[in-house]
C-alpha cells in the first residue's frame, strides 16, 4: 500500500458544471494548492455523452446514471485537473468530503458549499487505478506538466 504514497502520487479531480457555473473554481482550486499539492495539468472541457459514459462506466447500472451523465454533460463546461503530492489520493477524497454533501465534514468541498448528492460539486479518483484510468481518459501525455514548484522542498 505504501509504494505509491511518494511525491509522484497523482490524482484526477474534475469540478463539475455546478461547481463552474456556481464561480467555485477558485476556491477549490486553492483548497489542493495551498496544501502544498503541485498542478500538473488543468483544462476546461464541455463532456461528450462518451466521455462521460467512459468515465462513470463503473456506475452504468446505477439508477441515477442517466441523471447523472445528463448533469455532466449539461453542455456547462467542467474543470479537469491533475494533482500531485504525498497521499493525494486519499487526501484528495478527503479535501472534498463524503459523496452525500449531507454527510460530507463541513471543511471539505461539498460539505462547505453542496447540499445535494446530485450536484455535489467535484469528483475526486477514488483509487491508484482510478486515478491512472482517469488521467489517462481525460488527458493526452503532453498535457502532463514536467516542473519542481518552488516550495516542494518545504512540503513534501
Ligand atoms: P465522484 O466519482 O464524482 O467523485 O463521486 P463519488 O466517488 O464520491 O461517488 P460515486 O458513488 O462514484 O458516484 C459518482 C457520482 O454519481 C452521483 N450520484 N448520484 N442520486 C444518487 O443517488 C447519486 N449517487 C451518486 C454523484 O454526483 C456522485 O459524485
Known sequence: AGEHK????????????????????????????????????LKTVTPSKELA??????????????GLVSYITSGVPVVAMVWEGKDVIKQ???????????????????????????????HASDSFDSATKEIGLWFKENELSQYEPAAWGWVM
Open 6 to 41: 511518494t511525491a509522484s502520487e497523482r490524482s484526477f479531480i474534475m469540478i463539475k458544471p455546478d461547481g463552474v457555473s456556481r464561480q467555485l473554481v477558485g476556491k477549490i482550486i486553492d483548497k489542493f494548492e495551498s496544501r502544498g499539492y503541485k498542478l500538473v495539468a
Open 53 to 66: 459514459q467512459e468515465h462513470y462506466a463503473d456506475l452504468s447500472s446505477r439508477p441515477f446514471f442517466p
Open 92 to 122: 484528495g477524497r478527503r479535501i472534498v468530503g463524503a459523496t452525500n454533501p449531507l454527510d460530507a465534514d463541513p471543511g471539505s468541498v461539498r460539505g462547505q458549499y453542496a447540499v445535494s448528492v446530485g450536484r455535489n460539486l467535484i
